[in-house]
């Protein structure tokens, strides 16, 4: 039997989320529902998301082929000819994808560098397929963006993958092009897949011509093959409920390999949820998911910036420029200590109802010490929700203070 070690993020939020009367801890931009993204303008030719006069058949295992070709189209402006030069699977969403691709091509004998920190499934599951896992530590003075100079002192003759989670998970923080031309070169050098979760992606903030968006992994087709990508709808796209993602890589038989192993998994990706996702990738639709879904982010992002100003005896924070979480760290004021962030958090829910998720409990799992008195803040849901849960926060800080 393979010991299978506890999701301490997912375990936390089982146990706490029931008695919270306010969250912060989600990070999937505020879901629509299927009566919001029908008012969307879409093509006649896809006037709803659900045809309900389809037969329910097994999906497609691969993903249909309109679904298919609406996924290349968002690596369009990175890739020329994407349908032709990458191949393509769709997962039930990002989490099946990552694992599929970590647990099938990793395996005993084999060492892997992995970004610190980031969601657990991106180390554990290569830990329990026998690999061995050197932490690529990231820190709040470096803005939490890997120096790829210490790449050279972490790998090793049989270092097969680096793993890279961009936009980063909970720290909000952007891997640059320029600092990712330098993993994919390093990895080129010694043939080691790079592996990136961008479920994240294209949630960018305060982006300008000084401070680029980063490009996707997929972007380096044209310098090397070994490249994996993973994301989904659940994030950015509001609809975390259907369950699509996929793997993405311009290496053939690596996407193979994972399918494969996906059949002893499951058949396909249900074919209502793929009809919901071609909807909602519609280029009318998904200009408006998206242009909803940056418009929460920038308005929720701002309140927390001031909050965090109004509260900096408590609080302090390296702002994060992607994604939809921040990595918040509370001190006490009197030593300028962090906190205990579990006890921070448990006490929170019990005596106001506020869930946040402890980020040293959650995303510490390596270490007992990494990341303490910090929280990951989700500020992706409804700004009326938002801006309630903040002042449920508030209140708790000001009553330490008394």
């Known amino acids: 039997m393979v010991k299978v070690k506890p999701f301490v993020l997912d375990n936390w939020v089982r146990q706490f989320k029931p008695a919270a009367r306010a969250s912060l801890h989600d990070t999937c931009v505020d879901p629509l529902s299927l009566q919001q993204i029908s008012q969307f303008q879409a093509t006649k030719s896809s006037a709803v998301p659900v045809n309900i006069s389809n037969p329910l058949l097994y999906g497609s295992a691969l993903g249909?082929?309109?679904?298919?070709?609406?996924?290349?189209?968002?690596?369009?402006?990175?890739?020329?000819?994407?349908?032709d030069q990458l191949s393509l699977s769709v997962t039930q969403g990002t989490i099946s994808a990552n694992f599929l691709v970590l647990?099938?091509?990793?395996?005993?004998?084999?060492?892997?560098?992995?970004q610190y920190p980031?969601?657990?499934?991106?180390?554990d599951v290569p830990q329990r397929a026998g690999a061995e896992v050197s932490l690529w530590r990231t820190c709040a003075e470096k803005e939490w963006i890997p120096d790829?100079?210490?790449?050279?002192?972490?790998?090793?003759?049989?270092?097969?993958?680096?793993?890279?989670?961009?936009?980063?998970?909970p720290t909000g923080a952007l891997i640059p092009s320029d600092i990712l031309e330098n993993i994919v070169n390093f990895a080129a050098e010694r043939n080691i897949i790079v592996f990136s979760d961008e479920v994240f992606r294209p949630l960018f903030h305060g982006i300008s011509p000084e401070k680029p968006a980063p490009p996707s992994i997929i972007s380096f087709v044209g310098k090397y093959q070994n490249l994996i990508a993973t994301s989904s709808l659940s994030k950015a796209y509001s609809l975390p409920g259907i369950r699509v993602g996929w793997v993405i890589s311009p290496n053939a038989e690596l996407v193979n390999h994972v399918v494969e192993a996906r059949d002893y998994t499951t058949i396909s990706v249900s074919q209502v949820d793929q009809d919901i996702a071609s909807y909602a990738l519609e280029a009318t639709v998904q200009a408006q998911i998206l242009q909803r879904s940056l418009?929460?982010?920038?308005?929720?992002?701002?309140?927390?910036?001031?909050?965090?100003?109004?509260?900096?005896?408590?609080?302090?924070?390296?702002?994060?420029?992607?994604?939809?979480?921040a990595f918040?760290?509370?001190?006490?004021?009197?030593?300028?200590?962090?906190?205990?962030?579990k006890i921070f958090c448990e006490k929170m829910i019990r005596e106001c109802g506020l869930l946040i998720v402890p980020g040293g409990e959650t995303f510490g799992t390596e270490g007992k010490e990494d990341f303490k008195g910090y929280l990951r803040v989700g500020f992706v849901c409804s700004i009326e929700k938002f801006e309630e849960a903040l002042k449920i926060w508030g209140k708790?800080?000001?009553q330490l203070d008394v």
């Open 64 to 83: 249909s082929r309109g679904l298919q070709d609406k996924i290349f189209s968002l690596y369009t402006n990175e890739v020329d000819d994407p349908a």
């Open 103 to 114: 647990d099938t091509l990793l395996g005993p004998g084999d060492h892997v560098i992995c």
């Open 118 to 123: 980031t969601y657990q499934q991106l180390y």
């Open 148 to 169: 790829t100079d210490e790449l050279s002192s972490l790998v090793k003759e049989n270092t097969k993958m680096i793993i890279i989670n961009n936009p980063n998970n």
């Open 295 to 325: 418009a929460i982010c920038s308005h929720n992002l701002t309140t927390l910036e001031r909050f965090i100003v109004d509260h900096s005896r408590w609080l302090q924070w390296v702002k994060p420029s992607g994604a939809s979480s």
């Open 328 to 341: 918040v760290q509370v001190l006490n004021p009197e030593s300028g200590a962090p906190v205990d962030d």
């Open 396 to 398: 708790y800080l000001d």
